[in-house]
């Protein structure tokens, strides 16, 4: 089980720690899911989804507050129930089900915690009774680009959400090079040339480019190492040359985290 995180703590270092843990999760989560469809009634796997869901319990229980009317108390509480043609609750659902709706909760969980400012939180406060969300791109400097910015990335989230991981990465990636653009071009090609930036317009520059001169700028830190390659070739698939590439469900997850990275780089009061 998971130790309570003391409270007093800043709130961005908990909802780091808060993402950490939940991330574990899910990957365990994951793996329990592949398992329990390749060997469904296996004892080994059943039995070793307890400890999974006594954890994601005490993760949720936390984020929470206790409350059980929360909704997220709520969505992991649902997440057990099997429904009958009606919508009425039935008997339990089989266990690769529940494993697979908790990782929904989970996934739910993640993206509200994103969404959280770097405000103060009120002592004793549940992370989710903090206030209103902020807008995520304020510190974008095209004013415009803003809501853009804003629509893509609930887009990204529901394509994930629908399982459709190819859209889910295409739009994360598209975001990340939009802000990261945007910093560069407001960093201006001067000083970017001290860090060894190519000549030309940044317009002209190849997503890889970009994302390297921004770090050797300092504009950002070295999360998009994680990057996996149908990431840093997701160009290719939005003009067709690689349109029938697979792009799998955990491709589509790192994306979403290293443009989560960045955003706090290039926001660092989050």
């Known amino acids: 089980m998971y130790p309570v995180i003391?409270?007093?703590?800043?709130?961005?270092?908990q909802l780091e720690t808060y993402l950490s843990r939940l991330d574990e999760l899910i990957r365990r989560g994951h793996h329990l899911r592949d398992t329990l469809t390749d060997h469904p009634s296996n004892p080994s796997s059943i039995a070793a989804t307890r400890p999974w869901q006594e954890d994601c319990g005490a993760m949720i229980n936390q984020l929470a507050g206790g409350s059980k009317s929360?909704?997220?108390?709520?969505?992991?509480?649902?997440a057990f129930?099997?429904?009958s043609p009606d919508g009425t609750a039935a008997e339990g659902a089989a266990p690769s089900e529940i494993v697979a709706r908790l990782l929904r909760v989970l996934e739910q969980a993640v993206a509200s915690l994103s969404q959280m400012n770097g405000?103060?939180?009120?002592?004793?406060?549940?992370?989710?009774?903090?206030?209103?969300?902020?807008?995520?791109?304020?510190?974008?400097?095209?004013?415009?680009?803003?809501?853009?910015?804003?629509?893509?990335?609930?887009?990204?989230?529901?394509?994930?959400?629908?399982?459709d991981y190819r859209q889910a990465l295409e739009i994360s990636c598209g975001v990340l090079e939009s802000i990261v653009t945007d910093a560069l071009e407001h960093r201006g090609l001067p000083a970017l040339a001290v860090?060894?930036?190519p000549a030309g317009r940044i317009a002209d520059w190849s997503f890889n480019t970009r994302l390297a001169v921004a770090e050797?700028?300092?504009?950002?830190g070295g999360g998009c190492a994680r990057l996996p390659a149908a990431a840093r070739m997701y160009?290719?698939?939005?003009?067709?040359?690689?349109?029938?590439?697979t792009v799998s469900e955990r491709d589509a997850r790192v994306a979403g985290q290293v443009l989560r990275v960045v955003m706090r780089d290039l926001d660092p009061g989050r």
């Open 70 to 78: 929360h909704w997220l108390a709520r969505s992991f509480s649902e």
């Open 119 to 163: 405000g103060p939180q009120v002592p004793g406060a549940p992370p989710f009774a903090q206030a209103p969300a902020p807008r995520r791109f304020d510190f974008v400097h095209n004013a415009e680009l803003r809501p853009v910015l804003e629509q893509a990335y609930a887009d990204s989230r529901r394509a994930l959400d629908l399982g």
């Open 235 to 245: 160009r290719d698939h939005e003009e067709g040359g690689s349109s029938n590439a």
């Open 6 to 13: 003391p409270m007093d703590e800043s709130l961005r270092s």
């Open 216 to 220: 050797r700028a300092g504009l950002i």
């Open 195 to 197: 860090a060894g930036a």
């Open 81 to 83: 129930l099997k429904r």
